[in-house]
């Protein structure tokens, strides 16, 4: 594993080392194309493969089959000519396909002549009352947990919320004998009918007969309660009560731990600031970048491959990771493509790995009181704006995200409106009646992730840089 990168220019450099990343740098390399692979955390997997190579689960069967397939994709990098850093921090990259990376406290600079972005999803953000008291939690923060260290919860836990990860984290939290005291299901009612028309391509899915067994290993050994409307979290500076209503009846239970979890969207902040063209989905109530069959972007030689290309799952990743990968070798070095799978055959691996993806996406789709908050309920954590503060400033004149900003702060916190930006779009266009295309999202700029001063006067100039200044 390198420290810093090896050269200034590369043919292809790859962003983030969950599935889609690992596919993509392996198949890059293998290629001979001189491959980097940059990724923030200590080691490769991402989310769904986290600490792959690390973790202290040994019994395969507690973390499921599914994670173990991450292995045999470390493996095939390790085994190519990548180069790979890790605890790199990709702070920029711009339309000249410039890179900047925080390594160690010290930034370096590369250029690569095609750019794969495989920065993954992240939790959808879910900002109920009391969502920021010590003790609440998001599903995903207790997963790395459970697969980084072995740990799993051991006093009064409650999950809520609805999707896949739920369940599976619940599995895996029982498996690994933690407590779960309560699940509340937040799936409305209504989805289930919305998401019947579906069915057929879901029933011969994988997901199928996974998320069954799944369901039923859990309800086996923990009471859920379905149809919760709405849900809260109390205590004095730290959590001690879960209150949710269901069937019209509220309850109000003991609680030290409360899990959160309504599903995943793509992380586009890198995406953004990179200048690259994104809509907005209504299906996946998210924002997705504007791509074409092989994954590439709005901004020429930067591609898109896995979660941050739209929500699929890890298989699908795999497959979009290698498709990106493999139009990087058609473009850069073609007598090469001709011995890596075809296209076609790749697409239909996608189409494979998709199938039964709409059903999930309409079953699960997060109901409005638990994405667009009211009154004192905290939506921008970093700098403590409530949505009546969002309400108020578009009342006098605030028309989108941006203008937010100049109100409240919101987005310029270190988050960088990653926990409440798409809270902001959703909840600003209900008010001003409006869709959330047309409100659209944070204008986001380099660095997209926080450095300090002293990193950036660090970094090595040229004398035509200090010329370009002094001449500014």
């Given at each position: 594993?390198?420290?810093?990168?090896?050269?200034?220019?590369?043919?292809?450099?790859?962003?983030?080392?969950?599935?889609?990343?690992?596919?993509?740098?392996?198949?890059?390399?293998?290629?001979?194309?001189?491959?980097?692979?940059?990724?923030?955390?200590?080691?490769?997997?991402?989310?769904?493969?986290?600490?792959?190579?690390?973790?202290?689960?040994?019994?395969?069967?507690?973390?499921?089959?599914?994670?173990?397939?991450?292995?045999?994709?470390?493996?095939?990098?390790?085994?190519?000519?990548?180069?790979?850093?890790?605890?790199?921090?990709?702070?920029?990259?711009?339309?000249?396909?410039?890179?900047?990376?925080?390594?160690?406290?010290?930034?370096?600079?590369?250029?690569?002549?095609?750019?794969?972005?495989?920065?993954?999803?992240?939790?959808?953000?879910?900002?109920?009352?009391?969502?920021?008291?010590?003790?609440?939690?998001?599903?995903?923060?207790?997963?790395?947990?459970?697969?980084?260290?072995?740990?799993?919860?051991?006093?009064?836990?409650?999950?809520?919320?609805?999707?896949?990860?739920?369940?599976?984290?619940?599995?895996?939290?029982?498996?690994?004998?933690?407590?779960?005291?309560?699940?509340?299901?937040?799936?409305?009612?209504?989805?289930?009918?919305?998401?019947?028309?579906?069915?057929?391509?879901?029933?011969?899915?994988?997901?199928?007969?996974?998320?069954?067994?799944?369901?039923?290993?859990?309800?086996?050994?923990?009471?859920?309660?379905?149809?919760?409307?709405?849900?809260?979290?109390?205590?004095?500076?730290?959590?001690?009560?879960?209150?949710?209503?269901?069937?019209?009846?509220?309850?109000?239970?003991?609680?030290?731990?409360?899990?959160?979890?309504?599903?995943?969207?793509?992380?586009?902040?890198?995406?953004?600031?990179?200048?690259?063209?994104?809509?907005?989905?209504?299906?996946?109530?998210?924002?997705?970048?504007?791509?074409?069959?092989?994954?590439?972007?709005?901004?020429?030689?930067?591609?898109?491959?896995?979660d941050g290309a739209g929500i699929g799952g890890?298989?699908?990743?795999v497959v979009r990771g290698r498709i990106a990968?493999?139009?990087?070798?058609?473009?850069?070095?073609?007598?090469?493509?001709?011995?890596?799978?075809?296209?076609?055959?790749?697409?239909?691996?996608?189409?494979?790995?998709?199938?039964?993806?709409?059903?999930?996406?309409?079953?699960?789709?997060?109901?409005?009181?638990?994405?667009?908050?009211?009154?004192?309920?905290?939506?921008?954590?970093?700098?403590?704006?409530?949505?009546?503060?969002?309400?108020?400033?578009?009342?006098?004149?605030?028309?989108?995200?941006?203008?937010?900003?100049?109100?409240?702060?919101?987005?310029?916190?270190?988050?960088?409106?990653?926990?409440?930006?798409?809270?902001?779009?959703?909840?600003?266009?209900?008010a001003r009646g409006k869709t959330p295309q047309?409100?659209?999202?944070?204008?986001?700029?380099?660095?997209?992730?926080?450095?300090?001063?002293?990193?950036?006067?660090?970094?090595?100039?040229?004398?035509?840089?200090?010329?370009?200044?002094?001449?500014?």
């Amino acid at each position: 594993m390198s420290v810093a990168p090896k050269r200034e220019d590369y043919d292809v450099a790859v962003i983030g080392a969950g599935p889609a990343g690992l596919a993509a740098a392996a198949t890059s390399a293998e290629a001979g194309l001189s491959t980097l692979l940059l990724d923030e955390n200590i080691g490769p997997g991402g989310q769904v493969f986290r600490a792959i190579s690390s973790t202290p689960v040994i019994d395969r069967s507690q973390l499921g089959a599914d994670y173990w397939v991450g292995a045999d994709l470390v493996q095939s990098l390790r085994a190519s000519s990548a180069e790979v850093i890790h605890r790199a921090t990709v702070w920029s990259l711009d339309r000249n396909l410039d890179i900047a990376v925080s390594i160690g406290g010290a930034s370096a600079f590369v250029k690569a002549k095609r750019v794969i972005l495989a920065t993954g999803a992240l939790e959808r953000p879910f900002p109920i009352p009391g969502w920021t008291l010590p003790g609440v939690m998001t599903a995903g923060a207790a997963q790395t947990m459970l697969k980084s260290s072995a740990l799993v919860p051991d006093g009064r836990t409650v999950i809520a919320g609805q999707g896949p990860l739920l369940w599976l984290l619940a599995a895996q939290i029982l498996r690994l004998g933690g407590r779960i005291d309560r699940i509340l299901d937040t799936t409305e009612r209504g989805n289930y009918f919305a998401a019947l028309p579906h069915a057929f391509a879901f029933l011969t899915s994988p997901y199928f007969a996974k998320g069954l067994s799944m369901m039923r290993e859990v309800k086996a050994k923990v009471q859920v309660v379905s149809g919760v409307t709405e849900l809260s979290a109390s205590g004095d500076g730290q959590l001690a009560s879960a209150s949710y209503v269901a069937g019209g009846r509220r309850e109000t239970i003991p609680a030290d731990l409360l899990l959160l979890h309504q599903g995943v969207v793509p992380n586009v902040n890198l995406a953004m600031a990179a200048g690259i063209e994104h809509r907005w989905d209504d299906l996946q109530l998210c924002w997705s970048p504007v791509l074409d069959a092989n994954g590439r972007s709005s901004v020429a030689g930067i591609a898109i491959a896995g979660d941050g290309a739209g929500i699929g799952g890890a298989n699908a990743a795999v497959v979009r990771g290698r498709i990106a990968a493999r139009a990087a070798v058609e473009a850069l070095a073609p007598a090469v493509a001709a011995k890596l799978p075809a296209m076609a055959t790749l697409r239909a691996d996608l189409a494979k790995a998709e199938r039964g993806r709409v059903f999930l996406d309409t079953l699960f789709r997060p109901a409005p009181q638990f994405r667009i908050p009211s009154g004192d309920t905290i939506v921008c954590r970093c700098e403590e704006v409530t949505a009546k503060d969002v309400l108020d400033s578009v009342a006098i004149g605030a028309t989108g995200p941006n203008q937010l900003k100049a109100y409240r702060r919101t987005g310029m916190g270190p988050c960088q409106g990653r926990l409440c930006g798409l809270t902001v779009t959703e909840l600003m266009a209900q008010a001003r009646g409006k869709t959330p295309q047309e409100i659209g999202y944070y204008r986001l700029r380099a660095p997209v992730k926080p450095i300090t001063l002293a990193e950036l006067a660090a970094v090595p100039k040229t004398e035509d840089d200090v010329k370009a200044v002094v001449r500014g």
